[in-house]
């Protein structure tokens, strides 16, 4: 199930399952999308990105869907491994600018 | 190809202390962003260096400055430190300035853990 941590939503997944992971950005002049992935005392590791001019791409395993209409993106992990355990990270962009960070999702994973 | 590298990798300092905190960026990359993330919080915006310019910076107050080499590495000064400075410290490289058509993929190091007691 989904549930709101102290500091970050948590989405709480079984092996195997396929985990859906969401994101609503801010501005709707961006134009670049990037979902990132962070392990415990690591950096961001960069995922997947996507376009404003696509609606889908897909990536090993992960999938990422962009809904400009409703300023909604989601990055789907299918057969997700214990692996996958981290938080994760959408990150918006419009042309020559600053890339803007969401508040992130923790991923929990149970064998 | 090496990744972006910061350095040091962990850092204790005292309130009202200054420090500098040092990016590489991968190869050929001109772009550096620095964030801020407190424990178990997200990544705030601070500065964004391109081409040895200030391009942009976030909603910090003057104290957190930096630069951008010819060679395009970064630092991160921070004068006065305060207890609520205490955070993990990212930099990340960027491929392109994103004008249009290419790809912006920004690459972060493993960042710098300051602590400031």
């Known amino acids: 199930g989904e549930s709101v941590g102290l500091h970050l939503p948590t989405l709480s997944v079984q092996e195997g399952d396929n985990s859906i992971i969401n994101c609503a950005y801010s501005?709707?002049?961006?134009?670049?999308f990037i979902w990132y992935k962070q392990e415990s005392g690591k950096g961001p590791q960069f995922i997947i990105d996507i376009r404003s001019n696509m609606d889908k791409r897909q990536g090993q395993r992960v999938t990422v869907l962009l809904n400009k209409t409703v300023k909604h993106l989601s990055l789907q992990i299918a057969a997700t491994q214990p692996g996958d355990s981290a938080v994760y990270f959408c990150?918006?962009?419009?042309?020559?600018?600053?890339?803007?960070f969401g508040k992130g999702t923790m991923l929990l994973v149970s064998p | 190809e090496a990744g972006v590298t910061q350095s040091p990798t962990h850092l204790i300092k005292t309130r009202g202390q200054q420090v500098t905190l040092r990016c590489s960026p991968i190869?050929?990359?001109?772009?550096v962003y620095w964030y801020q993330q407190a424990l178990g919080l997200g990544l705030q915006f601070l500065l964004w260096y391109d081409e040895g310019e200030e391009r942009n910076r976030g909603n910090f107050p003057p104290r957190f400055s930096g630069r951008q080499f010819p060679n395009y590495s970064s630092e991160l000064n921070v004068n006065a430190l305060e207890l609520e400075d205490s955070a993990l410290y990212l930099c990340a490289s960027v491929r392109d300035r994103g004008t249009g058509g290419g790809n912006t993929e920004a690459f972060f190091g493993q960042g710098t853990r300051l602590t400031v007691v």
């Open positions: 190869s050929g990359h001109t772009s």
């Open positions: 501005n709707s002049a961006s134009d670049y």
């Open positions: 990150a918006e962009k419009e042309g020559y600018s600053t890339l803007t």
